[in-house]
């Protein structure tokens, strides 16, 4: 199984500053298809995980322009510009190039 | 509008039965496989499998073999998660999850369904 690895927690960041998350893959995510099988996800509490970002660097409908990803093949930065109240929540990587897909284990962002 | 609907929380004790359902509308039930994720207490996301909502056949992780089943309802737009055997262990919320066209991302998941396995 491919094994996605995150930090449990941010570094703490201050509402309107910027944030990074980290997430590594134990294999490449770089597919022959040139795409890379990367996912971010948002859980915010008591809520249902959402869509961030699909493909490593695609925004998902209706995901501020805030958030942006890239990577290489086997690590990957989640950033967030100009964090809000409303970006507080458990972030998940995921891959889904190979079957069982995997998720991190989430890293929760800590605002100052 | 997209939306799936999960059945209510499930109180439950060791060695017994249960069975959630994810009731989808607004789109064609039957052109996307439905994904099942379980979140423990406290805890991460694990992928369970997923269900080909044309055929029928299930793919399970490996450590969900054995005791997980999914199943269809496809009059009724429903996919339905069967935990037979119950185990403490099994406490969790079980959420449904529908990828997004030609991305594998799961874009659209249901409210979740809280599972207590409890004597």
């Known amino acids: 199984d491919i094994v996605m690895t995150q930090a449990a927690f941010s570094n703490p960041v201050t509402l309107g500053t910027s944030a990074s998350i980290s997430c590594r893959s134990s294999k490449s995510l770089l597919h022959s298809d040139g795409i890379t099988y990367l996912y971010w996800y948002l859980q915010k509490p008591g809520q249902s995980p959402q869509l961030l970002i699909f493909?490593?660097?695609n925004l998902a409908s209706g995901v501020p322009d805030r958030f942006s990803s890239s990577g290489s093949g086997t690590d990957f930065t989640l950033r967030i510009s100009r964090v809000e109240a409303e970006d507080v929540g458990v972030y998940y990587c995921a891959q889904n190039l190979a079957l069982p897909w995997t998720f991190g284990g989430g890293t929760k962002l800590e605002i100052k | 509008q997209i939306l799936l609907v999960q059945s209510g929380p499930e109180l439950k004790k060791p060695g017994e039965t249960v069975k959630i359902s994810c009731k989808s509308s607004g789109y064609t039930f039957t052109n996307y496989g439905m994904n099942w994720v379980k979140q423990a207490p406290g805890k991460g996301l694990k992928w369970l499998g997923w269900i080909n909502t044309c055929t029928g056949e299930p793919t399970y992780a490996d450590d969900f073999k054995g005791r997980f089943v999914f199943s269809l309802e496809a009059s009724a737009s429903t996919a339905s998660l069967q935990i037979n055997d119950l185990k403490n262990e099994d406490t969790a919320t079980y959420f449904c999850?529908?990828?997004?066209?030609?991305?594998?991302?799961?874009?659209?998941w249901g409210q979740g369904t809280l599972v207590t396995v409890s004597a």
């Open positions: 999850a529908r990828p997004m066209i030609a991305t594998r991302a799961f874009a659209f």
């Open positions: 493909q490593m660097s």
